[in-house]
Nanobody
């Protein structure tokens, strides 16, 4: 079965760091474009960072640019989000997203259950 499992969330102080992981299984990871989203209470889900295609350049939202770094390891079927210089406004549930990037997989999109990140003093 297809699974995306996020981990690494928790409580951090402002200015602190966390590294999120997204472990994928049940599909061909290398053929999917991977992204991180987040959703704070009462707000819409927003894109945090992504790979535009399976081999595309990394892109990030202006709100996290220079602080967060997205990466992926196809050999481990895992995507990461290194979060530095955390701010209280980064508090949200962070979700892993996989979207098919080939003609054969274009119609497929998967979501993880999310991991909570709380930034508070």
């Amino acid at each position: 079965q297809v699974q995306l499992v996020e981990s690494g969330g928790g409580l951090a102080q402002p200015g602190g760091s966390l590294r999120l992981s997204c472990a994928a299984s049940g599909f061909t990871f290398s053929r999917y474009a991977m992204s991180w989203y987040r959703q704070a209470p009462g707000k819409e889900r927003e894109l945090v960072a992504r790979f535009s295609t399976t081999n595309g350049s990394a892109e990030s939202a202006d709100s996290v640019k220079g602080r967060f770094t997205i990466s992926r390891d196809n050999a481990k079927n895992t995507m990461y989000l290194q979060m530095n210089s955390l701010k209280p406004e980064d508090t949200a549930v962070y979700y892993c997203n996989a979207k098919g990037a080939s003609i054969q997989t274009l119609r497929y999109e998967y979501w993880g259950q999310g991991t909570q990140v709380t930034v508070s003093s």
